[in-house]
């Protein structure tokens, strides 16, 4: 069997609903975050694959270090605001968290 | 004396009256005497400067050379008002008259209102009074005229109403105050019709315009009569003559003030001052009116008892003189005998004034054999009752001839012999109903003992003011005949050869045509050296052949008119004499004998009856038809205003209610309504926005595809 780009996009797609579904579906702030780790990444395989088949160059693996990185940063920063909302509300479900609605 | 120095002489007679109105009334009770020395001292510089003013006058004797001086007072684009002062030959004597009387009163008045609760405040009016006199003296337009006018209708209210606690007095002034409405109604009507004509109210102005024609015809007769009404309020001619007798309510030197030299003073002098705006139509008026007031009421003072009102009632007559004299085309002789008058009539005041204040009592049947008790009042007052009788060598004498020739000379030229009748008939009247005064006062057994006990002579400031107006009733004519007076100096008729010719135009019989009566310049050859112009202007109209064929006329009328005037004056006295010092005819029997005669004279007329009968009803009955339009039409008007203007209201407020409301509230409802269902999307959930976002995206993706 050979594996081509249709492969690796059905992967990348359904990773990518996986974690939009995580986002979506989850209470927990840590699970959206994970959520978000998992469409990231998704977007890593879309990139390192359309690198690999389309383009013929490394643009696609740079962007996806780029990515990792970013996605790191993203999760010290992300962690760091649950933490914080933690410490003032008690908990980290983000739907308990309104005290902006009214 | 230079035009600026005659200027501000005339000024400052004009200011000093009202300055010591000012002061007097503002501090009068602080100043020590309370004030009458400040009444007193200010009319009299303002005497001397009036002599001054005379004096200059004298010298120029030229009657026609004026000093005038205008600022624009009111300016409003088309419409302009000036205020100014005109002086000439006529102010000059008005000024003299007024300034001379008024300080005699002034004078008179320390002695006679001595003690009175009032005292200042009387002074302050007297100079009140003076002054708007002198207004009306000076004025030089129309306008100013009617203001001065009316503010001696104010002072005199206030005057003739100086004891307004007693009932009479407080009726007395708003009599006076009412009736002169009356004319001042005509007045301004008139005043109006010559400024609509002319656009103009300087008198100057207004003769040029009358001289070039633009005022003529009906509307000159009705204006002029309209003006003539102001001066038949004034000076009291008939029919508005039914204030006068009664002012007598005033303080005795009021009455002088009033009487002689000044509010009745004006209406003569407003007449004489503005001569070229009477056109033959409403000159006719005049002497007619002049006529019958000088004969009627000549007629009432040979019954009144009361001393004052049988004086009232011969300046009546005295006005009735004048005012025909006008209507005759002779302001010359109507100045002239205003100014005799003023002399003689002010003494008979002051001196009944003084004698009043002796007997305390007015009516005559208390009074009697006073000469030996007040012998300078006595005197002085005999004096002035030759002069108003019309003996020869006083000052009424050449005056009053003076008018009846100039009614006789127009009688002959026009026809018109009514009023020389009428006047001659009361110069013999006259004398008679003044020395009836005299014996009764001041002749024969005193009637009540207690009374002429108690009198005596007045105190010297009373008698002073007698003194002179005495030697001044003697003087004031000088030493002319009727043929020659000073008075030319200072008068001349302003058109009366036109006038004249107008008569003679209309309404002369045929034989006369070339007699123009020309009664200003009717003295023979004295006058065609006064008043060139006028000689020149008649030579002109009628030829060489017809020239001095008025003088005849004149001179004639003047020597027939001086002749009889002297029967008529000697006759009055000898009557009188006879009558009331001989006791040779019993009144008492006569007053029986021609009772309904009688009861119409001490009725005077019936005027003031028939005022109540017809007039005082009217008037009832216009206001309460004013009444009940006021309350129908007026306020049925204002009512449905008002309830059209409630009904208004109620509609625009329920469109407010439900229209206007309606859509802002709708507004804000549907506003409010998106409002809550848009807030039911915002949940704040990153959830539910992420679900938003990705089926969004996924419409759009859907969307792009299938288009």
Known sequence: MNVGLPHFLTVSAALFALGMFAVMSRRNAIGILMGV????NAANINFVAFSRYVQHGIDGQIMAAFVIVLAAAEAAVALAIVLAMFRNFGTVHADSVQSLKR | MSDNAILYSALAILGLPLLSYVLIFFFGKRLPRQGDFIGVGFMGIAELLAIRIFIAF?????????????FTWLDLGGFKIDAGILVDGMTAVMLMVVCTISFLVH????GYMHGDRRYERFFAFLGFFTFSMLGIVLANNLFFLYVFWELVGLSSYLLIGFFFDKHSA?????KAFITNRVGDWGFWLGILAFFTATGTLNYFELFAHVDAGTVKGALLGWAGVGLFMGCVGKSAQM???IWLPDAMEGPTPVSALIHAATMVAAGVYMVARLAPLFGADAMMVILYVGAITAFLMSTVALVKTDIKRVLAFSTLSQLGYMVMSLGAGDP???????TTHAMFKALLFLGAGSVIHAVHSQEMPDMGGLRKKLPITFVTMLIATLAISGVPFFAGFYSKDGILGSTLAFGMTSGHYLPFILGITAAAITPFYMFRLIFMTFFGKPRIQEKYDHAHESPPSMAIPLIVLGVLSIIAAGWQTADKGWFAKFTAPYDVPAIAAEFHLEGAPDGAHEMVVDPGQGHGDSHAAVDPHAEEAHGEEHGEEHGGGHHDVAHTAHVRAMIMSICAAFLGILLSWWVYNRHKVNTAALQKRFH???TVLQGMYFFDELYHKTVYPFTLWVASMSAAFDKYVIDG?????GYLTRLMAWISGLIDKYFVDGAVNGVAAVLQGAGEGFRRIQTGRIQTYLVYVSASVLVLVLVYRVL
């Open chain 1, 37 to 40: 780790e998992l469409m990231l």
């Open chain 2, 58 to 70: 004298w010298k120029i004797g030229d009657p026609s050379y004026r000093v005038e001086k205008a």
């Open chain 2, 107 to 110: 004078l008179y008045s320390v």
């Open chain 2, 170 to 174: 407080a009726n007395a002034n708003k």
């Open chain 2, 239 to 241: 029919p508005l003559h």
């Open chain 2, 332 to 338: 010359t002789n109507a100045m002239f005998h205003l």
């Open chain 2, 596 to 598: 309904g005669a009688y």
């Open chain 2, 637 to 641: 008007i204002v009512n449905g205003t």
